[in-house]
T-cell receptor, first 113, second 115 residues
Framework: KNQVEQSPQSLIILEGKNCTLQ??????????LRWYKQDTGRGPVSLTI?????NTKSNGRYTATLDADTKQSSLHITASQLSDSASYIC????????????FGKGTSLLVTP | GAGVSQSPSNKVTEKGKDVELRCDPI?????LYWYRQRLGQGLEFLIY????????KSGLPSDRFSAERTGESVSTLTIQRTQQEDSAVYLC?????????????FGPGTRLTVT
């Protein structure tokens, strides 16, 4: 069973609207959680990284939250733009294995005019 | 500076043929990773190189898959006797330190199609 589950699988929103993507994980012990943006035909690019003690982190219009107690994270996108259309991937690192990352399947976001 | 580069960007091959995929990491990055991304699936870890240590090959799906890295530079992923289920995007990433402690930077990937 995948240790990182993302929802929704896909999402369509109008340009200018906000949206929130969810990530639930069972990875333990927890080291850090990253959100990546992957444009079509490109490699993933890191948006945010959070450790156990961090509850929220922003990167421009992207704000990630982390609840380490419930093992949940969210990525909120404000005032969406057409260029936000991409796959958003949640990645959780196990602190016992510093290099092995646990990837979610991603949420495919389409922003329409 | 230059990011991680991969070649070729696309590769179409016939079932049973061997293929070689190349990754040029960011200069100075000691760690290099290969991943496979099947359509609609998350990234699967394949293999990890760290400096001169023995690589972690625990993610390789079969003995048809192998990878090499010369020092802290170029890496090649070889798939022998390709099968249709090998069709996927193969992503390479590098990091200055093991990824638990530093960011991984991904290349654009090689899209492999086995016909």
């Amino acid at each position: 069973k995948n240790q990182v589950e993302q929802s929704p699988q896909s999402l369509i929103i109008l340009e200018g609207k906000n949206c929130t993507l969810q990530c639930n994980y069972t990875v333990s012990p927890f080291s850090n959680l990253r959100w990546y943006k992957q444009d079509t035909g490109r490699g993933p690019v890191s948006l945010t990284i959070m450790t156990f003690s961090e509850n929220t982190k922003s990167n421009g219009r992207y704000t990630a939250t982390l609840d380490a107690d419930t093992k949940q994270s969210s990525l909120h996108i404000t005032a969406s733009q057409l260029s936000d259309s991409a796959s958003y991937i949640c990645v959780v690192t196990n602190s016992n294995s510093g290099y092995a990352l646990n990837f979610g399947k991603g949420t495919s976001l389409l922003v329409t005019p | 500076g230059a990011g991680v580069s991969q070649s070729p960007s696309n590769k179409v091959t016939e079932k049973g043929k061997d293929v070689e995929l190349r990754c040029d990491p960011i200069s100075g990055h000691t760690a290099l990773y290969w991943y496979r991304q099947r359509l609609g699936q998350g990234l699967e870890f394949l293999i990890y190189f760290q400096g001169n240590s023995a690589p972690d090959k625990s993610g390789l799906p079969s003995d048809r898959f192998s990878a090499e890295r010369t020092g802290e530079s170029v890496s090649t992923l070889t798939i022998q006797r390709t099968q249709q289920e090998d069709s996927a995007v193969y992503l390479c990433a590098s990091s200055y330190l093991p990824s638990g402690r530093s960011e991984q930077y991904f290349g654009p990937g090689t899209r492999l199609t086995v016909t």
